[in-house]
């Protein structure tokens, strides 16, 4: 939830000593109804959560959500937006090696697994019809599409399908905390311990370096 909070520090209001404006009034109400949303996706997924659960846990009345958000979905689109700018900034800020770029995301779920799980509910809800943002969503999965077929032009990356490996990574570094039953019975270890993140580490490392080699 780390992740996800220092997002909604925008909405907050910082100073409380001075009277709140409307729109800022507003921010801190939307802030804290995003807040009560995510919690209760993570616990019954879209089709699970129920609005006037979320109002209640965020203690507003169920008419300033549909005001605000419009719907439940409304609600998961904007969480779903508030999280595209988190991985946008981390698409600005990875490392420019693969090795480090795929230790840099593993640590970036490890921080914020709480999405993983959300992502995990879409999945088993997917029919196949479009999904929350699904424009915006993919929109932002370009640039590194794009950054790999760059390397491969320049020969920094092996010739294969670029879409094809980005999908890869994300499941190299996804998989783990997604799946932490599997984790541990075929590596031994819990997915939160610090001798599996060590691990994971050193493999990413050499897997990297490997796959580069080819």
Same mark, same amino acid.
């Given at each position: 939830?780390?992740?996800?909070?220092?997002?909604?520090?925008?909405?907050?209001?910082?100073?409380?000593?001075?009277?709140?404006?409307?729109?800022?009034?507003?921010?801190?109400?939307?802030?804290?109804?995003?807040?009560? %949303?995510?919690? @209760?996706? =993570?616990? $019954?997924?879209?089709?699970? !959560?129920?609005?006037?659960?979320?109002? &209640? +846990? /965020?203690?507003?009345?169920?008419?300033?959500?549909?005001?605000?958000?419009?719907?439940?979905?409304?609600?998961?689109?904007?969480?779903?937006?508030?999280?595209?700018?988190?991985?946008?900034?981390?698409?600005?800020?990875?490392?420019?090696?693969?090795?480090?770029?795929?230790?840099?995301?593993?640590?970036?779920?490890?921080?914020?697994?709480?999405?993983?799980?959300? %992502?995990?509910? @879409?999945? =088993?809800? $997917?029919?196949?019809?479009? !999904?929350?943002?699904?424009?915006?969503? &993919? +929109? /932002?999965?370009?640039?590194?599409?794009?950054?790999?077929?760059?390397?491969?032009?320049?020969?920094?990356?092996?010739?294969?399908?670029?879409?094809?490996?980005?999908?890869?990574?994300?499941?190299?570094?996804?998989?783990?905390?997604?799946?932490?039953?599997?984790?541990?019975?075929?590596?031994?270890?819990?997915?939160?311990?610090?001798?599996?993140?060590?691990?994971?580490?050193?493999?990413?490392?050499?897997?990297?370096?490997?796959?580069?080699?080819?």
């Amino acid at each position: 939830m780390a992740l996800y909070r220092r997002i909604l520090t925008n909405y907050l209001v910082r100073n409380q000593t001075v009277p709140e404006s409307p729109k800022r009034d507003r921010a801190r109400t939307e802030s804290v109804i995003l807040e009560a %949303a995510l919690e @209760e996706f =993570l616990k $019954y997924g879209r089709a699970g !959560a129920r609005i006037d659960r979320i109002a &209640s +846990a /965020a203690g507003v009345n169920k008419a300033n959500i549909y005001h605000y958000f419009g719907s439940k979905d409304g609600l998961l689109d904007a969480l779903l937006t508030n999280k595209l700018g988190a991985v946008n900034e981390a698409r600005d800020t990875k490392p420019a090696s693969l090795a480090e770029s795929l230790v840099f995301f593993q640590e970036q779920q490890y921080a914020d697994a709480e999405w993983i799980k959300l %992502a995990t509910w @879409e999945a =088993l809800e $997917y029919t196949g019809s479009p !999904a929350i943002a699904e424009d915006e969503r &993919s +929109a /932002a999965w370009q640039p590194l599409v794009n950054g790999i077929k760059q390397q491969i032009k320049e020969g920094k990356v092996p010739k294969m399908d670029a879409a094809q490996l980005q999908l890869t990574w994300v499941a190299i570094v996804t998989f783990p905390i997604a799946f932490p039953q599997f984790t541990k019975m075929i590596t031994g270890l819990g997915v939160d311990s610090s001798e599996f993140q060590k691990r994971r580490k050193q493999f990413l490392r050499r897997f990297a370096d490997a796959f580069l080699s080819e």
